[in-house]
């Protein structure tokens, strides 16, 4: 249905009579500014189906990530965020003994309560400079959910 080739369409709109190189060349020209809009039209269609086909879901970002930065190995990857649960030290003026045994720190973000929803891991073999970084940022924003919250992780 989008598949039209200009030139022979005017070839099958000019009349037999007046098909000669001449004429054929400046309808062609003046043909020239409504063909240039129709691949920009075929462009833009293409962009918004690659866009209605993607959604929110992990399997879909994983293939927006990969289809712009990894088209080869397609190593990037999304994980769920972490679960870890608190432990909490008490003050000597609450007289709570707690023993601590091994305790390990975490960032603000890997806490169950607070932090992310998903984590992008990007791989270092996959080189993503700082412009790209926001442009990582900005399909992350544009295709999932609200209210989702996520932080990449160079791995």
Not at 46 to 53: H, M, P, S, V
Not at 98 to 104: A, V
Request: charged fraction near 30%.
């Amino acid at each position: 249905m989008f598949d039209i080739d200009f030139s022979k369409l005017i070839l099958w709109l000019l009349p037999h009579f007046l098909r000669r190189r001449r004429l054929f060349s400046f309808i062609s020209a003046l043909c020239f500014p409504v063909a240039k809009l129709f691949d920009e039209f075929i462009l833009f269609r293409f962009e918004t189906i690659y866009k209605l086909d993607h959604t929110g879901q992990v399997f879909s970002l994983e293939n927006v990530l990969n289809d712009r930065f990894d088209t080869i190995s397609r190593r990037i990857f999304i994980t769920d965020a972490y679960t870890k649960q608190r432990k909490y030290i008490y003050a000597r003026v609450e007289v709570k003994p707690k023993f601590l045994g091994f305790i390990y720190l975490h960032n603000r973000a890997d806490y169950a309560d607070t932090g992310v929803d998903f984590i992008v891991w990007i791989p270092d073999a996959v080189y993503i400079s700082e412009e790209d970084m926001y442009e990582v940022r900005a399909l992350l924003n544009y295709y999932k959910l609200a209210g989702k919250r996520y932080k990449i992780y160079r791995s």
